[in-house]
């Protein structure tokens, strides 16, 4: 697109300043729409997550909106169930980005794919409660997730889940849209 070929690409490396306060370290991994960093948060002494948005999509209009909403969306909303965001904002070659919570652990899908068998009746029952009181908290900011699966909850090494990837979720009242959601997953309606 024209957006892109007007952009010089910003190559995202070790020491790579995303804002003022936060210094990539290590990637983390990529996927399909982002980029994880492991970052350093100067001024909060800490390290963080940064996840940016692939250079093959700045110039898709759907995927540039969809992760701005996750940014904007999920800094609405605040529980120990939900992966914290502490920034976010949109890098010189216009590929936005979100400074969040670094998290130790591992996604539901992981566990699950790993143990090979169901997890133990509390431990299930705890992941199930804490993503109920995540999704009560998005529902009460106004916020329909549209896609909960074990791959977006996380469970942190002290066993609390966390619901993460708001990227197709909408406001309670709208239509999600039907873009990005996991069917197998997804409601019937």
Same mark, same amino acid.
């Given at each position: 697109?024209?957006?892109? +070929? ?14 003022? +306060? ?7 991994? +990529? ?15 800490? @390290? ?45 070659? @216009? ?11 591992? +996604? ?15 431990q299930a029952i705890q992941i199930l409660e804490g993503t109920c009181r995540a999704l009560a908290h998005a529902h009460a900011a106004g916020l329909a997730h549209a896609d909960v699966k074990p791959g977006n909850i996380f469970v ?19 239509? /999600? ?6 069917? @197998?997953? /997804?409601?019937?309606?």
């Amino acid at each position: 697109g024209v957006l892109a +070929s007007k952009l010089r690409r910003m190559d995202l490396t070790p020491g790579t300043w995303i804002t003022p +306060s936060v210094r990539l370290v290590r990637p983390l991994g +990529s996927g399909g729409m982002s980029e994880v960093w492991v970052a350093a948060h100067m001024r909060l002494h800490t @390290q963080v997550a940064v996840k940016v948005l692939s250079p093959g999509l700045v110039a898709d209009k759907n995927a540039r909106g969809r992760f701005l909403r996750e940014a904007r969306l999920a800094a609405r909303i605040e529980s120990p169930h939900l992966v914290l965001t502490y920034d976010h904002g949109v890098l010189s070659d @216009q590929r936005p980005f979100i400074v969040m919570e670094w998290l130790e652990g591992e +996604s539901l899908a992981r566990i699950l794919d790993r143990r090979r068998r169901p997890l133990p009746r509390l431990q299930a029952i705890q992941i199930l409660e804490g993503t109920c009181r995540a999704l009560a908290h998005a529902h009460a900011a106004g916020l329909a997730h549209a896609d909960v699966k074990p791959g977006n909850i996380f469970v942190t090494r002290d066993g609390t889940p966390k619901l993460l990837d708001f990227g197709v979720a909408h406001e309670v009242g709208t239509e /999600a849209g039907g873009h990005g959601h996991t069917p @197998q997953y /997804a409601s019937p309606e």
